[in-house]
C-alpha cells in the first residue's frame, strides 16, 4: 500500500557528500518511522538512519553519527540523508523503508521498501 522511491545515488571519492532522497506514496501515516539502510557486497542489509515522521524524532548508526544526517518534508511526503564524509566501506546499496516500528534499526520491523539507490565509493 505504501511505495517508495529512492534516488540520488551517485559515485564520489572518498570524502565526498551525497544526498539520497526517498519519496513516498500511497496510504502513508504521520506515526510511521522512516529509515534508512545500505547493503554492501557479501554483507548483510545494515541500519544507518531512521526519522519519526511526525515527530521528527532521529535515530543513527553509531559510525554514521555527526557525519549523516536524516530529515522529512512533509509537503514532499520525502525523507532525506544527507551523507558527508563518505567512506569507502559506506558503499553499497541504500535503500528505504517505512513502518510502524518497535525498534527502528532492525531490518524486520520495517513493513515497506523501496528497491534502493547505488552509492559508490572511490577510494
Known amino acids: 500500500q505504501v511505495q517508495l522511491v529512492e534516488s540520488g545515488g551517485g559515485l564520489v571519492q572518498a570524502g565526498g557528500s551525497l544526498r539520497l532522497s526517498c519519496a513516498a506514496s500511497?496510504?502513508?501515516?504521520?506515526?510511521?518511522?522512516m529509515g534508512w539502510f545500505r547493503q554492501a557486497p557479501g554483507k548483510e542489509r545494515e541500519f544507518v538512519a531512521a526519522i519519526q515522521w511526525n515527530t521528527g524524532g532521529t535515530t543513527y548508526a553509531d559510525s554514521v553519527k555527526g557525519r549523516f544526517t536524516i530529515s522529512r518534508d512533509h509537503a514532499k511526503n520525502t525523507v532525506y540523508l544527507q551523507m558527508i564524509s563518505l567512506r569507502p566501506e559506506e558503499a553499497g546499496v541504500y535503500c528505504c523503508?517505512?513502518?510502524?516500528?518497535?525498534?527502528?534499526?532492525?531490518?524486520?520491523?520495517?513493513?515497506?521498501w523501496g528497491q534502493g539507490t547505488q552509492v559508490t565509493v572511490s577510494s
Open positions: 500511497g496510504r502513508t501515516f504521520n506515526w510511521y518511522t
Open positions: 523503508a517505512a513502518g510502524v516500528v518497535a525498534d527502528s534499526s532492525r531490518v524486520s520491523a520495517y513493513s515497506y
